[in-house]
């Protein structure tokens, strides 16, 4: 089934809710100035395309589908939309795309512009997120990435490649604190990742690696921004409880790791290296690499000591930091 060619516009809720679906398809539509959301879609085979959403009170899209127990793919696409001027009255957490646990979904060439929270929020396995663009977010947040993931050991094989990241930076004052705004934010030890030939461009913060585990970060442009590369061991300190496991106390990304019987298939088989992640350093940043990533006119290539990523069992090699683009 498709739908072709539809505008809907001013719904005080959702302009198109569709859920359980099968082998549909969402093709050049314009949903826009909604009170709540512009598409709300989930099931297998779906594909939303060539659509454009603006205006919207909360969140523009959220798409999802899968099985993440069995990490079943949804087959579902979200490919060459546009998202612009979305959170008009809700302003944080309501995304351009909302992809909470999705399986199996490709998101590309995308348009994410001009917003004051997120572009994609959510999390999932086996997706790939590629040649999107996320330009002028994050503007009025703190604590927070243009593309964000967070709090899991489980959610792994994502893959987000060729994406470009233009003015992720907070233009309005903060409250408390100081603007902390990422183009790619792997938040609470985020593990699993691959992070590569991505540009980030007049931004705060590129790629964000909040303690997380087995992340691959290559071949990634950053220019004209202040840190090109972070890494962090939060895990060891203050989010120490999230990762501990003994007689006495189950964190929870460790409940996480028993909730879908890691050491079994299909995880076992799909994701080899969580099999034996309570004997390989709980809690410390491990099997992380930075490698052939590039900086021309940034303040800081990355902010940690080469030294601790050596003992974390990391790796940073063939990094170039260049004064001018």
Same mark, same amino acid.
């Given at each position: 089934?498709?739908?072709?060619?539809? $505008?809907?516009? /001013?719904?005080?809720?959702?302009?198109?809710?569709?859920?359980?679906?099968?082998?549909?398809?969402?093709?050049?539509?314009?949903?826009?100035?909604?009170?709540?959301?512009?598409?709300?879609?989930?099931?297998?085979?779906?594909?939303?395309?060539?659509?454009?959403?603006?205006?919207?009170?909360?969140?523009?899209?959220?798409?999802?589908?899968?099985?993440?127990?069995?990490?079943?793919?949804?087959?579902?696409?979200?490919?060459?939309?546009?998202?612009?001027?979305?959170?008009?009255?809700?302003?944080?957490?309501?995304?351009?795309?909302?992809?909470?646990?999705?399986?199996?979904?490709?998101?590309?060439?995308?348009?994410?512009?001009?917003?004051?929270?997120?572009?994609?929020?959510?999390?999932?396995?086996?997706?790939?997120?590629?040649?999107?663009?996320?330009?002028?977010?994050?503007?009025?947040?703190?604590?927070?990435?243009?593309?964000?993931?967070?709090?899991?050991?489980?959610?792994?094989?994502?893959?987000?490649?060729?994406?470009t990241f233009r003015n992720?930076?907070?233009?309005?004052?903060?409250?408390?604190?100081?603007?902390?705004?990422?183009?790619?934010?792997?938040?609470?030890?985020?593990?699993?990742?691959?992070?590569?030939?991505?540009?980030?461009?007049?931004?705060?913060?590129?790629?964000?690696?909040?303690?997380?585990?087995?992340?691959?970060?290559?071949?990634?442009?950053?220019?004209?921004?202040?840190?090109?590369? $972070?890494?962090?061991?939060?895990?060891?300190?203050?989010?120490?409880?999230?990762?501990?496991? +003994?007689?006495?106390?189950?964190?929870?990304?460790?409940?996480?790791?028993?909730?879908? +019987?890691?050491?079994?298939?299909? /995880?076992?088989?799909?994701?080899?290296?969580?099999?034996?992640?309570?004997?390989?350093?709980?809690?410390?940043?491990?099997?992380?690499?930075?490698?052939?990533?590039?900086?021309?006119?940034?303040?800081?290539?990355?902010?940690?000591?080469?030294k601790d990523l050596a003992?974390?069992?990391?790796? /940073?090699?063939?990094?170039?930091?260049?004064?001018?683009?």
């Open positions: 089934m498709v739908f072709s060619g539809l $505008h809907a516009l /001013y719904a005080r809720g959702t302009g198109f809710s569709l859920q359980g679906l099968e082998n549909v398809s969402l093709v050049g539509i314009t949903s826009a100035l909604h009170g709540h959301t512009g598409f709300s879609l989930s099931g297998y085979g779906v594909t939303l395309r060539d659509s454009t959403v603006y205006g919207t009170g909360c969140a523009a899209a959220d798409v999802t589908g899968g099985d993440m127990m069995q990490l079943l793919p949804s087959g579902n696409f979200v490919i060459n939309n546009s998202m612009h001027d979305y959170a008009r009255i809700i302003r944080t957490y309501n995304p351009g795309l909302g992809w909470f646990g999705a399986v199996g979904q490709t998101m590309a060439n995308n348009t994410f512009r001009n917003a004051p929270h997120n572009g994609m929020l959510g999390g999932g396995a086996l997706n790939l997120v590629e040649g999107n663009l996320f330009d002028t977010l994050l503007y009025e947040a703190t604590d927070s990435g243009a593309f964000y993931v967070g709090y899991s050991w489980t959610q792994r094989g994502n893959v987000v490649r060729g994406n992720i930076r907070a233009t309005e004052k903060t409250t408390l604190g100081y603007p902390s705004v990422q183009a790619i934010y792997l938040d609470d030890q985020q593990s699993g990742y691959v992070l590569e030939n991505n540009v980030c461009e007049n931004s705060t913060t590129c790629f964000f690696v909040g303690g997380g585990r087995d992340v691959i970060v290559r071949n990634n442009i950053c220019r004209h921004t202040g840190r090109c590369l $972070h890494l962090d061991n939060r895990g060891m300190y203050w989010e120490h409880d999230s990762c501990v496991y +003994n007689a006495t106390w189950t964190g929870r990304l460790i409940q996480e790791l028993f909730d879908v +019987n890691y050491t079994h298939p299909p /995880y076992s088989t799909a994701f080899p290296e969580i099999v034996d992640t309570l004997s390989r350093r709980m809690c410390v940043p491990v099997n992380v690499s930075f490698t052939g990533n590039f900086g021309c006119d940034v303040s800081q290539m990355i902010d940690m000591s080469l003992d974390y069992g990391d790796v /940073y090699a063939g990094n170039t930091n260049a004064t001018t683009c």
